[in-house]
């Protein structure tokens, strides 16, 4: 029986991986997130599955590996909650790379499209029977230019849909790919030409507030930035000024870099101690949604089964395990994987 230590948990989490558990399956659903303070509550268990806000730093994974965890399970598919390098040697860890893509990339586009054509505020002021379209005027996408950095799957759809509106596409990724049919360009002239700029790469060191005050002045002015990957790509007081200054005309959040003590919880009957976050909330041109760009039915299933396999992988014994990560992963000289092995 594989024993499983699942933090943070949803309703929602409960009913997708309670249809695709077997029987050599038992998980135990813990509410509270994965920290120091709670990791010893997974003394006893062979696997911890955790999501975005989990806390996998390197005293949270020694620890995991003193209480004789095994493997640690994401839930998701960025891992920059995770010291990889601590886990090396001790703790494997997988993740699940490609859960939605279209259910990312389709969000993203819903909050453009309500943004700019004003069907927040259309809601409310209908709601109170106020019909006027005073101060409702939009505008097209068709012809404008989008900027769309990251080109992975969720990045490529989102630049697929963009094209069914009749937008200009420009592409920034550190390793482009010319089979993609995209119109690669430098960073610089990618802030530069867009009309709107959408993220979807992963947060690292090199991309961390990639939107800031200095790139923020290469843009147009009423430029659109949105952000459906990780909170910690953009700069939310530079983009603050940049909305106070006039300079961004919209920003469209799925994603905070404070997010982790905030979203997936109620909050309505609080004082929102982030100052920057209710700022931006109060903006009458900025929507935010609380990391909820993955929620759908397709994509819950799809989290659950891979999951499931990436666990089944690892005590099955297979070689190599199912989306394994480690730090040594892309490196051809360190990488086991690459040579069809564990990590270690």
Known sequence: MIKIAFFDTHSYDKDSFKKIADENISITFFETRLSKQTVNLCKGYDVVCVFVNDDV???????????????????????NNVD??????????????????????EHTMALLLTSIRRIHKAYNRTRDYNFSLEGMTGFNLNGKTVGVIGTGRIGRIFADICKG???????????PNESYGLN???IETLFKESDIISLHCPLTDETKHLINSDSIKMMKKGVVILNTSRGGLLDAEALL??????????????????ESDIFFSDKSGHILNDEVLARLISMPNV???????FLTTEALDNIAETTIENINSYFNNDEPVKNELCYCCGNMDRCRKERKAKCF
């Not at 106070?244 to 469209?252: L, P, Q, V, Y």
């Not at 929507?287 to 760009?293: D, L, R």
């Open 57 to 79: 730093s390197k005293e949270v994974a020694n620890q995991l590996y003193e209480n004789g965890v095994k493997l640690i399970a994401l839930r998701c598919a960025g891992y």
């Open 241 to 258: 000024e940049g909305i106070k200054e006039r300079k961004i005309g919209a920003s469209c959040l799925d994603v905070y870099e404070e």
């Open 287 to 293: 929507i935010v949604t609380s990391h909820q760009a």
């Open 84 to 105: 990889l390098t601590a886990c090396f040697g001790k703790i494997h860890v997988v993740h699940v790379p490609a859960y939605s893509p279209n259910a990312v990339a």
């Open 184 to 186: 690669y360009v430098s």
């Open 165 to 175: 509106f009749g937008m200009n596409v420009l592409a920034y990724d550190k390793f």
